[in-house]
């Protein structure tokens, strides 16, 4: 049984930053990519960003580039998103999910509970 623990969500105001954590567990961290996502009141879920399974590879969503950066620590079992210059757009309830493989293929197999971000003007 896979289990992904988001956390770090927040209030922050315009221009601020937050980090959200992923915690996973219950199967080998390494053979897998991971992405986050986010879903904004009356939107669908979208792609945020994702990592392969050595942390050598990412993508990003257009809106987030330059702005976000995702990253992993295999020794952690934990995926980062290191969110800068955050719009209010950023709201939104933000997802990480775990990859079908090692590379990032954009499908998800196993989603976490979210963690709600909240940028104020």
């Known amino acids: 049984q896979v289990q992904l623990v988001e956390s770090g969500g927040g209030l922050v105001q315009v221009g601020g930053s937050l980090r959200l954590s992923c915690a996973a567990s219950g199967r080998p961290f390494t053979l897998y990519s991971m992405g986050w996502f986010r879903q904004a009141p009356g939107k669908e879920r979208e792609f945020v960003a994702a990592i392969n399974w050595s942390g050598d590879s990412t993508d990003y969503a257009d809106s987030v580039k330059g702005r976000f950066t995702i990253s992993r620590d295999n020794a952690k079992n934990t995926v980062y998103l290191q969110m800068s210059s955050l719009k209010p757009e950023d709201t939104a309830v933000y997802y990480c999910?775990?990859?079908?493989?090692?590379?990032?293929?954009?499908?998800?197999?196993?989603w976490g509970q979210g963690t709600q971000v909240t940028v104020s003007s």
């Open positions: 999910g775990r990859g079908w493989g090692n590379t990032w293929s954009g499908r998800v197999q196993s």
